[in-house]
């Protein structure tokens, strides 16, 4: 017989579990907490000047083109892309946190709209908006030295985390009898990880760097 964890959860003879009802509603408050957070990072009345809005939009559509070009895709949801995570990551880098957050959750719904799959309310919003807005958690290196790498890789982390949660949460029985978050760790790494590693590697040789050094120059004149 399932049992309840907390009242959150729901647990299953063979160890796997699923949200109850009330942690439907639990996760949905902590997106919504998460969304108040991108409004109030988004700096109330203040709005995106003309220049940053022709950047993300570029930024979307680069991501959506490379999205199209899978080099892998996993039969459960996940592929290997041409670098669409970078662009988003890339906006925040110029940009800051806010203006990144904002044309990620923008392009997590494009995407969903485009490809969506979805099996409860809760799961898509986990899985597009709020994961992609992660990507532009990258601002937070915007002013630093290295910061395009390091923060492509705290964007990159932050969207793994959410499919991470996604995969434990909604997806266990695609884990057969498997230790449902060892599963979902190694799932999500086996796309995430390998895309990550060649952009990084592309983004480390002298010449690519001096190339976004001088966008980020262009991208900053007033």
């Known amino acids: 017989m399932p049992k309840n964890l907390f009242n959150f959860f729901i647990v299953t003879e063979d ?3 699923y949200p109850s009802l009330a942690g439907n509603i639990a996760l949905l408050i902590i997106i919504g907490i998460l969304f108040i957070a991108i409004l109030a990072l988004s700096g109330g009345n203040k709005k995106l000047s003309a220049k940053q ?3 993300s939009a570029v930024a979307m559509t680069m991501a959506v083109i490379t999205s199209i070009f899978t080099v892998y895709e996993l039969p459960f949801g ?5 670098f669409r995570m970078f662009f988003i990551c890339f906006i925040g880098y110029l940009y800051g946190s806010k203006v990144g957050i904002i044309t990620g959750v923008a392009y997590g719904i494009l995407d969903f709209i485009l490809k969506p799959f979805a099996i409860t309310l809760i799961q ?7 994961a992609f807005g992660c990507l532009g958690l990258a601002g937070v290196f915007s002013k630093s030295k290295h910061g395009l790498v390091k923060g492509y890789i705290l964007g990159v982390a932050g969207r793994y985390i959410c499919h991470v949660l996604t995969g434990i949460i909604y997806f266990y029985e695609y884990a057969e009898g498997k230790n449902v978050v060892i599963y979902s760790l190694t799932y999500n790494a086996s796309y995430i990880v390998p895309e990550a590693v060649l952009t990084i590697g592309i983004l480390l040789i002298p010449t690519v760097k001096q190339a976004f050094g001088l966008v980020k120059e262009m ?3 007033s």
Not at 78 to 82: P, W
Not at 124 to 130: I, S
């Open 78 to 82: 996940g592929s290997i892309t041409l």
């Open 124 to 130: 898509p919003l986990l899985d597009y908006p709020v």
């Open 53 to 55: 809005l022709a950047f």
């Open 15 to 17: 160890g796997s579990f």
């Open 219 to 221: 991208a900053l004149e």
